[in-house]
């Protein structure tokens, strides 16, 4: 199926547990983000890419990781996961003329 | 910082009343003004966006109202239905750049 999907919907892990979320697009965008949304704070932008093997920090990039080595995947990794890192993700894509963002479904991340 | 300042946090309308949000920003750049509905569990999607060189663009019920020299921009909800009960958020960007999120406005329509 086309569109943008994010892996897993729902996540529990433990303090100091490294862990991957996983995004994929189907539309060969040129441009994907990966916001985290928390009460009160909206859509946070943590780190994005023009390209692949080009990434660039966000808003709130501490404490997180991302690599794109293929157009299509761009995977957000916390390399050592604290409770303030609970939040819901969002992946998203953007063409690179185009200004529509389309975004995952989101993945519930839970820090306990 | 905040680059995009959205009120108000929640709002509620009884259904074919007029919902209305506002937002402000600072950065003269942004070229590109979005909304984008949020229903629960889902992620957020594209309803409506607007360009600096327009005042007003209406799709449907939904109006965005764009005051380039007070950098504001709203949006209006007509005739508020039940399923227009979503979040809202704003957004701002600059073309080919990372797009700048206001913190949302809960809307709740009752029928």
């Known amino acids: 199926d086309a569109g943008i999907t994010q892996s897993p919907r729902y996540k529990i892990t433990e303090t100091g547990r490294q862990v991957t979320l996983m995004c994929h697009q189907t539309?060969?965008?040129?441009?994907m983000f990966w916001y985290r949304q928390d009460l009160g704070h909206g859509l946070r932008l943590i780190y994005y890419?023009?390209?692949?093997?080009?990434?660039d920090k966000g808003e709130v990039p501490d404490g997180y990781v991302v690599s794109r080595s293929k157009t299509e995947n761009f995977p957000l990794t916390l390399e050592s996961a604290t409770r303030s890192q609970t939040s819901v993700y969002f992946c998203?894509?953007?063409?690179?003329?185009?200004?529509?963002?389309?975004f995952g479904q989101g993945t519930r991340l839970t820090v306990v | 910082q905040q680059q995009v300042k959205q009120s108000p946090q929640s709002l509620i309308v009884q259904k074919g009343g007029i919902s209305i949000i506002n937002c402000a920003y600072e950065?003269?750049?942004?070229?590109?003004f979005p909304w984008y509905q949020q229903f629960p569990g889902k992620g957020p999607a594209l309803l409506i966006a607007?360009?600096?060189?327009?005042s007003e663009k209406k799709e449907g019920r939904f109006t965005i109202s764009f005051n380039k020299s007070a950098k504001q921009f709203s949006l209006h909800i007509m005739d508020s239905q039940p399923g227009d009960s979503a979040t809202y958020f704003c957004?701002?960007?600059?073309?080919?750049?990372?797009?700048?999120f206001g913190t949302g406005t809960s809307l709740t329509v009752i029928p």
């Open positions: 607007i360009r600096p060189d327009v």
């Open positions: 998203a894509s953007r063409s690179g003329v185009g200004t529509e963002a389309f």
């Open positions: 950065n003269t750049a942004f070229d590109y």
């Open positions: 957004a701002a960007s600059i073309t080919g750049n990372q797009f700048y």
């Open positions: 539309w060969s965008h040129s441009y």
């Open positions: 890419s023009a390209a692949a093997d080009i990434t």
